[in-house]
């Protein structure tokens, strides 16, 4: 396959599939290989902002169970502290988002922000 071909880039969009993509995050060093903070936004780059919907699932579930596991942290709080550390360094909005003090308004707010990422619009 040559590289930037459509075939090319359809092999690469296969990550979206890989289960390793989904699921908390307890730290974000990508020791798995997968990650999600240099994946996703090269992803967004070749027209495929799809790749944020990995952080819907995470960010809605109450508790801190997330498929067979069980976390220390509540996994929406992950999926938060997730977003905030990987993608707010350069984002106003994350910003500001990080200096809510109720965790529920951060965690509708980063909702808020993963919807308007996968809608390809520029959050505010």
């Not at 508790?63 to 069980?70: C, D, P």
């Not at 996994?75 to 529920?104: H, M």
């Amino acid at each position: 396959m040559k590289f930037g071909t459509e075939p090319a880039k359809e092999a690469a969009f296969g990550i979206l599939k890989n289960k390793h993509l989904r699921g908390p995050r307890t730290d974000f060093d990508g020791s798995d290989g997968l990650n999600r903070a240099v994946i996703l936004p090269l992803l967004e780059k070749a027209g495929r902002p799809e790749g944020y919907q990995v952080y819907l699932e995470l960010l809605d579930v109450k508790g801190l169970g997330f498929g067979n596991a069980s976390y220390g942290t509540p996994v929406a709080k992950l999926a938060v502290n997730e977003i905030l550390r990987s993608f707010g360094k350069n984002n106003a909005e994350l910003k500001r988002i990080r200096g809510l003090k109720e965790f529920e308004e951060q965690r509708l707010a980063v909702r808020r922000w993963v919807e308007a990422k996968i809608k390809g619009s520029k959050y505010p």
